[in-house]
T-cell receptor, first 116, second 115 residues
Framework: AQSVTQLGSHVSVSEGALVLLRCNYS??????LFWYVQYPNQGLQLLLK??????LVKGINGFEAEFKKSETSFHLTKPSAHMSDAAEYFC??????????????FGKGTKLSVIP | EAQVTQNPRYLITVTGKKLTVTCSQN?????MSWYRQDPGLGLRQIYY???????DKGDVPEGYKVSRKEKRNFPLILESPSPNQTSLYFC??????????????FGPGTRLLVL
């Protein structure tokens, strides 16, 4: 079974500072990895995803993530935090769940606060 | 506009009173799924459907039912709700074309309180 671990349920950064949200996964096969963002009182939306190819993936709003197979990690970064980045971020791995179907398994989420 | 809609958005009910949360998507997606979100637990999958008349259990299916009679609709049914089903529920859909790689599109959520 696949699993996703997000280190830190709550991260605070100052406006303009580097954002680093950590995600480690366990997978017995090459994974497909996703970061979703949830703004207050909204549903989730895709930030970026890794499927194949380049290991550095760029997403919306200046975010990027690097797939490191040797470390089983897919950490999310943004060079300079903006107040509008305050949200909850979920890392997820897509895996085969049998009979031709697949399943998205989420980490527990990291709530990002941005301090003015 | 491409979207996933859920109704109702907020619901307060009492233990044992059957309820249905509707989910509809207008993107002609084959795959649809229900999740519940609880503080500190993230999102957990309840049920999913790969296509019409094809449904399967996710990680936390107990106490829930689903049906997929039409491609666009995937209602979540709580036959006898209990307080431990108080949660925030999300419906999501995606195309099957890319399989594992597909992005899931989420509805706005339904906040359920069972007294």
């Amino acid at each position: 079974a696949q699993s996703v671990t997000q280190l830190g349920s709550h991260v605070s950064v100052s406006e303009g500072a580097l954002v680093l949200l950590r995600c480690n996964y366990s997978s017995s096969v090459p994974p497909y990895l996703f970061w979703y963002v949830q703004y207050p009182n909204q549903g989730l939306q895709l930030l970026l995803k890794y499927t194949t190819g380049a290991t550095l993936v760029k997403g919306i709003n200046g975010f990027e993530a690097e797939f490191k197979k040797s470390e089983t990690s897919f950490h999310l970064t943004k060079p300079s935090a903006h107040m509008s980045d305050a949200a909850e971020y979920f890392c997820a791995v897509s895996s085969y769940s049998g009979a031709g179907s697949y399943q998205l398994t989420f980490g527990k989420g990291t709530k990002l606060s941005v301090i003015p | 506009e491409a979207q996933v809609t859920q109704n109702p958005r907020y619901l307060i009910t009492v233990t044992g009173k059957k309820l249905t949360v509707t989910c509809s998507q207008n993107m002609n997606h084959e795959y649809m799924s229900w999740y519940r979100q609880d503080p500190g637990l993230g999102l957990r999958q309840i049920y999913y459907s790969m296509n019409v008349e094809v449904t399967d259990k996710g990680d936390v299916p107990e106490g829930y039912k689903v049906s997929r009679k039409e491609k666009r609709n995937f209602p979540l049914i709580l036959e006898s709700p209990s307080p431990n089903q108080t949660s925030l529920y999300f419906c999501a859909s995606s195309s099957r074309a890319g399989g594992f790689q597909e992005t899931q599109y989420f509805g706005p959520g339904t906040r359920l309180l069972v007294l």
